[in-house]
């Protein structure tokens, strides 16, 4: 028999409510449908320390970043979302007394929601090209679909975009939410 999770407090309840009507823990488990040894248990424990709530959700290890934190970090992503894992871990624990290694930036920001992502590839802009743009768009902006229709286009160009820091050249990731990655789609 596999382990299911841990009893609800109803569940619990109503473990203690058939022993206290005088059923024995094999009528109790067939009854409710747990295993003997989860009867015994349950009911031993409300007997000894009258309680019938599982403590099971302080166990384990908890969690570096607490909800200040992951605010924190969401703040960093906003400000640069083409940050490595690195830059964003370096970041982070500039203002903060206990560091956080990679493992747990990376954690939190999938518990967050966020994914790393390829951008999309599209050319930087100069200024020239940004006032060229203008005006063509300002010269052609009364064109019909019929004179649109004329026009060859030739927009077939690759850029490969490289990004240089302190922390080596690396190929541009970007953090997307994942409330997002349904609209973009592909990428």
């Known amino acids: 028999m596999g382990k299911k999770g841990d009893l609800s407090n109803f569940e619990r309840g109503m473990v203690v409510g058939a022993r206290r009507a005088g059923l024995s823990i094999s009528q109790s488990a067939q009854l409710l449908g747990f295993s003997r040894t989860t009867i015994s248990r349950v009911y031993k424990e409300w007997c000894e320390k009258g309680k019938t709530s599982s403590m099971r959700q302080s166990c384990g290890r908890k969690c570096l970043v607490d909800a200040r934190g992951q605010r924190r970090m969401g703040q960093l992503i906003q400000a ?32 967050m ?45 690759q850029f490969l975009q490289m990004v240089e820091s302190e922390f080596g050249v690396n190929r541009m990731r970007t953090w997307i939410h994942h409330a997002l990655l ?3 789609g592909t990428l």
């Open 80 to 111: 640069d979302r083409r940050a490595t894992l690195t830059e964003i871990t370096t970041r982070y624990n500039r203002g903060m007394q206990q560091s956080i290694y990679e493992a747990t930036t990376r954690t939190t920001l999938r518990r």
């Open 182 to 184: 349904p609209c973009l």
């Open 113 to 157: 929601g966020y994914n790393s992502r390829r951008p999309h590839r599209v050319p930087l802009i100069s200024t020239t090209n940004r006032k060229k743009r203008l005006q063509f768009a300002q010269a052609h902006q009364d064109w019909t679909v019929e004179d649109w229709k004329n026009v060859a286009w030739s927009d077939e160009s």
